[in-house]
């Protein structure tokens, strides 16, 4: 049985700490980075429908902030997955539930091309940041052939309705995407009643 609170309290004091940073984001990634910290601390509060893996990469939303400032993603990756080269355009926290992921970064070079950067192994526990100030442009993967891995992702706009690009690996070629998300209803956060 899982339990919804952690992930609640996460919701409240995300939204908590939007109100206070004013659309600063060096006080969102700061404060997201040690509420996230918390939340994946633990992993018994993801309810199962939301860690279904599919034929490819799933990108479940958990919460989107009424005002857009802020949402909240599990991401299932089923044995030897792997997303696209892709940026996000806002700044965005990965923090690793379940598993492991492998993050392969890209910087674009003055022809355009794709200049392969540093490679992370991320364990339960640990959070990685992107952002278009730090480095925006990557590769995640499955670091498992054999079992789901799960990150639980933070950005700062509803990442699924944002126009953003992948990339071709030969020729560093932007093409549009919006990624959408893999459900229509998102988790029950307030039914205090099992106390
Ligand atoms: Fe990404």
Known sequence: MTDISRLRRFVSGMTDLADQSDGDEHAMVGGTKFLLTDLI???DWLPDEYAVEGDTYR???LHCDPHQRF???SFVWGPGQT???HDHTVWGLIGMLRGAETGQRFDVANDGTLVPGQTDLLQPGD???VSPALGDIHKVSNAHD???SISIHVYGANIGAVDRHVYDPDTGAQKSFISGYSNTTVPNLWDLSGG
Do not use: F, R
Request: glycine content about 0%; charged content about 30%; cysteine-free.
């Open 41 to 43: 601390s633990k992993d």
């Open 59 to 61: 990108q479940y939303l």
């Open 71 to 73: 949402s909240i993603v």
């Open 83 to 85: 997303t696209p080269i």
């Open 127 to 129: 959070v990685d940041i």
């Open 146 to 148: 054999d079992k789901t």
